[in-house]
T-cell receptor, first 111, second 113 residues
Framework: DGGITQSPKYLFRKEGQNVTLSCEQN?????MYWYRQDPGQGLRLIYY???????QKGDIAEGYSVSREKKESFPLTVTSAQKNPTAFYLC??????????FGSGTRLTVV | AQSVSQHNHHVILSEAASLELGCNYS??????LFWYVQYPGQHLQLLLK??????LVKGIKGFEAEFIKSKFSFNLRKPSVQWSDTAEYFC???????????FGAGTRLAVHP
């Protein structure tokens, strides 16, 4: 079945560490997105990519970085510069009429 | 700036009650409109979407939404809710094309048997 795979499901980070969240899709979609979900704030866009080797900042890009070396993959790195990284992170892809497909998310906790 | 407002943050209903969740957006151009649902412990699922045509859109599980362009609204409705509809509901707006999807803050719905 086609879809988006996010890993790991749960991730713990120590203060000052960088961590990378994986997002892989087998839908052959060009566009991919990273959202952060916090209670009562909905989903906020971190980064998005419309094509390989190109990406744009979203509304809350500070403290995050991404790469898009392959169409199928859009990993997100949460750097030590992100002051409040504890959140639920969702990856999505987009294709025309069918709209957006979301992964099952990664819950990141700072310990 | 583009934004999406969901008026109700928490809604509590009894089974068989009717549901209407409000969604208003601010964007002057052509938009694609979506309602997503997130059941407890599960990922976001698409309930319904509007791209063009009939402004009354029917989705899965008996949900429908009406696009009223003059009011910049896309309210979600269901005539009779069930306990299994307990979830968080998100309205989202996407300016035409690949552009980013803007989400509302979400509405938590609790349906009591």
């Amino acid at each position: 079945d086609g879809g988006i795979t996010q890993s790991p499901k749960y991730l713990f980070r120590k203060e000052g560490q960088n961590v990378t969240l994986s997002c892989e899709q087998n839908l052959n979609h060009d566009a991919m997105y990273w959202y952060r979900q916090d209670p009562g704030q909905g989903l906020r866009l971190i980064y998005y990519s419309q094509i390989v080797n190109d990406f744009q900042k979203g509304d809350i890009a500070e403290g995050y970085s991404v790469s898009r070396e392959k169409k199928e993959s859009f990993p997100l790195t949460v750097t030590s510069a992100q002051k409040n990284p504890t959140a639920f992170y969702l990856c999505a892809s987009y294709e025309g009429y069918y709209g957006y497909t979301f992964g099952s998310g990664t819950r990141l906790t700072v310990v | 700036a583009q934004s999406v407002s969901q008026h109700n943050h928490h809604v509590i209903l009894s089974e068989a009650a009717s549901l209407e969740l409000g969604c208003n957006y601010s964007y002057g151009g052509t938009v694609n409109l979506f309602w997503y649902v997130q059941y407890p412990g599960q990922h976001l699922q698409l309930l319904l979407k509007y791209f063009s045509g009939d402004p009354l859109v029917k989705g899965i599980k008996g949900f429908e939404a009406e696009f009223i362009k003059s009011k910049f609204s896309f309210n979600l409705r269901k005539p009779s809710v069930q306990w299994s509809d307990t979830a968080e509901y998100f309205c989202a707006v996407g300016p035409g094309g690949y552009n980013k999807l803007i989400f509302g803050a979400g509405t938590r719905l609790a349906v009591h048997p």
